[in-house]
């Protein structure tokens, strides 16, 4: 079967770095992904790792061990906007464009 | 990037009736995607809408109770058919970024049944 991991939720401290883990196990994969969901909005994407490593997006990175099934979402600097649902999901599970998602990290961010 | 649109934003519904959601694209895609996501919840895949061919549904999904339509490349339906109280959700549809791999979602469409 397909499952995602990832924590239900987190708390941090704004300014401080805050890591989102997801393990996954699907029979296909193409790349991990990372969504952010603000309470009434639409996903959107945040970043995209399709090799081992780590990609830096401004505050935002992302790492991929495909040998291990995980993946993390990195953090910096956090503001209170950061505060939003996280989603990791992963690419091609049955085909190159099907991505199935994670059950989301819901991160709280503390003055 | 893709900006799509989806009516209605939200309807209230009473069981046994049915629901026809509509996703516009402002760009031609190949695929588009139909997902539903419980509040609080993760997104669920229901189906994938190819122009010319009938969706293909995941598993727990059937053409009978969510319909789809995807008459060209910039536009497509969803219907939640025979509604129930279970069936209350956000419906969202997606498309895939020319070259990929991002998605674009729509804003969704808040249903619920009661």
């Known amino acids: 079967g397909q499952s995602l991991e990832q924590p239900s939720e987190v708390t941090a401290v704004e300014g401080a770095i805050v890591q989102i883990n997801c393990t996954y196990q699907?029979?296909?994969?193409?790349?991990l992904s990372w969504y952010q969901q603000h309470d009434g909005g639409a996903p959107t994407f945040l970043s995209y790792?399709?090799?081992?490593g780590l990609e830096e997006t401004g505050r935002f990175s992302s790492f991929l061990s495909r040998s291990d099934s995980y993946g993390y979402l990195l953090l910096q600097e956090l503001q209170m906007k950061d505060s939003a649902s996280y989603f990791c999901?992963?690419?091609?599970?049955?085909?190159?464009?099907?991505?199935?998602f994670g059950s989301g990290t819901r991160l709280s961010i503390r003055p | 990037s893709a900006v799509i649109s989806q009516k209605p934003s939200r309807d209230i519904c009473q069981r046994g009736t049915s629901l026809t959601i509509q996703c516009q694209v402002d760009?031609?895609?190949?695929?588009m995607f139909w997902y539903r996501q419980q509040p609080g919840q993760s997104l669920t895949l229901i189906a994938t809408?190819?122009?010319?061919?009938?969706?293909?549904?995941e598993s727990g999904f059937v053409i009978d109770k969510f319909p789809i339509s995807r008459p060209n490349l910039t536009f497509s339906t969803l219907t939640v058919s025979n509604m129930s109280p279970e069936d209350s959700s956000i419906y969202l549809c997606?498309?895939?970024?020319?070259?990929?791999?991002?998605?674009?979602f729509g804003p969704g469409t808040r249903l619920t049944v009661l």
């Open positions: 999901a992963v690419r091609g599970y049955s085909s190159a464009s099907k991505i199935i």
């Open positions: 997606s498309v895939e970024g020319a070259g990929g791999p991002e998605q674009f």
């Open positions: 760009s031609q895609v190949t695929m």
């Open positions: 699907t029979s296909g994969f193409y790349g």
């Open positions: 790792n399709a090799l081992d």
């Open positions: 809408a190819n122009q010319g061919s009938e969706a293909t549904y």
